[in-house]
Nanobody, 125 residues
Framework: QVQLVESGGGLVQPGGSLRASCAASGFSLEYYHIGWFRQAPGKEREGLSC???????YYADSVKDRFTISRDNARNTVYLQMNSLKPEDTAVYYC???????????????????WGQGTQVTVSS
């Protein structure tokens, strides 16, 4: 019943942009923190960004000033706008959700209870 589905990945040249979407069903995003993570082959899953219930955000240094997270509660969807993409951004990108009452969000992966299947982002010339 609880489901997250990512979309919007693809192949892009260095310096290009993509917008990934995370559509939720079976629950309302307004009661959850949402995080974006990525995992490249042979590497551990890396936390990138999160957005709390009240809209406050956090960005890892690797994506700060390039990526932007946002939520649209009416559409029950969270977005990750990715600009100035680099080859090292190549990975499978995942969204995740955890129910919270108060406080800001984190990108500690073990904190999240619901995960999407991921969308592939490839940055190559």
């Amino acid at each position: 019943q609880v489901q997250l589905v990512e979309s919007g990945g693809g192949l892009v040249q260095p310096g290009g942009s993509l917008r990934a979407s995370c559509a939720a069903s079976g629950f309302s995003l307004e009661y959850y923190h949402i995080g974006w993570f990525r995992q490249a082959p042979g590497k551990e899953r890396e936390g990138l960004s999160c957005i709390s219930r009240d809209g406050t955000t956090y960005y890892a240094d690797s994506v700060k000033d390039r990526f932007t997270i946002s939520r649209d509660n009416a559409r029950n969807t969270v977005y990750l706008q990715m600009n100035s993409l680099k080859p090292e951004d190549t990975a499978v990108y995942y969204c995740a959700a955890v129910r919270r009452r108060l406080g800001g969000c984190s990108v500690y992966k073990y904190e999240y209870e619901y995960w999407g299947q991921g969308t592939q982002v490839t940055v190559s010339s």
